[in-house]
């Protein structure tokens, strides 16, 4: 079952004479939570992004050694708990790519997809920021987008700063100052197994879809 075509990229840059912002929240969203919710509502508030895009990851690079979840259930609960915002999309780009995950490829494919007024923005929380500069082609990714990192609740962004500072690649970083949710999707599968409450910690939709495949059991 395919939730949504391939050439599922929603249109963005009509008008030459401004400029567009666009969004990119990537993860493994299994399941997607409250989290990554407010920290791509902040950023989209901040920055005035025109859209963002939730692209969950098709085999991510760094999660080789844990079964994660079939990618259209992560898709299914990434559709369910961005349904009602206009402004939030998500896309099976890196889902339909073979092999495994490089959001290098995913920025290079966005980049030659949209027209040059529109500029990308690439969110991650301050652990995953921490880790960019042994991501794949990090210079390209550095080239293409600017970096938004956003606090995140046990993991120090002043760290990730000084990092990034020191690296001999220019990335361009926007920090962001995210309403602390100390909450993992790791947790979220903890606690499904354990059978205790997941409500209020992701949408009570994403929720249901879990129960009802039996995820995280
Ligand atoms: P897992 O525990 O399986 O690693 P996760 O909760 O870290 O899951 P991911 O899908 O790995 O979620 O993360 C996707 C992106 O969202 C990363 O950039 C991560 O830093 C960010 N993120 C996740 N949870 C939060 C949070 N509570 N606050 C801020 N950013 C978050
Ligand atoms: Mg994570």
Redesign the pocket.
């Known amino acids: 079952m395919e939730i949504l075509k391939t050439s599922d990229l929603p249109p963005l840059g009509a008008d030459p004479s401004r400029t567009y912002r666009l969004g990119i ?6 399941p997607i ?1 409250n ?2 919710l ?2 791509a509502e902040q950023a989209t508030d901040e920055l005035h992004l025109d859209l963002i895009l939730f692209v969950p990851a098709g085999q991510p690079a760094f ?1 080789q050694e844990r079964n994660v979840s079939p990618a259209e259930d992560r898709l299914a609960m990434t559709l369910l708990a961005t349904a009602a915002n206009p402004k939030f999309m998500t896309s099976r780009l890196e889902i339909d790519r073979p092999g495994i995950t490089y959001t290098a490829d995913t920025l290079q494919e966005l980049r030659a997809h949209y027209p040059q007024n529109v500029e990308l923005y690439f ?6 920021l921490l880790e960019i500069v042994t991501w794949k082609d990090a210079d390209k990714l550095a080239e293409i987008a600017t970096f938004v990192g ?4 046990g993991y120090d962004l002043e760290k990730a700063h000084a990092e990034l500072e020191g690296s001999s690649i220019p990335f361009k970083v926007h920090y962001l100052e ?1 309403p602390a ?7 979220l599968r903890a606690r499904q197994q354990q059978g205790r409450s997941l409500r209020y910690l992701t949408s009570d939709e994403v929720i249901g879809y879990i129960n009802k495949r039996h995820l995280y059991e």
């Not at 929240?25 to 299994?30: E, H, I, K, L, N």
């Not at 956003?150 to 609740?153: G, N």
């Not at 949710?181 to 947790?187: C, G, K, N, T, V």
Request: charged share 15%; aromatic share 4%.
């Open positions: 929240m990537g993860g493994t969203f299994d939570h989290g990554h407010v920290t999660k969110i991650t929380g301050a652990d995953a956003a606090t995140r609740p995210v949710l100390a909450i993992s999707s790791s947790d």
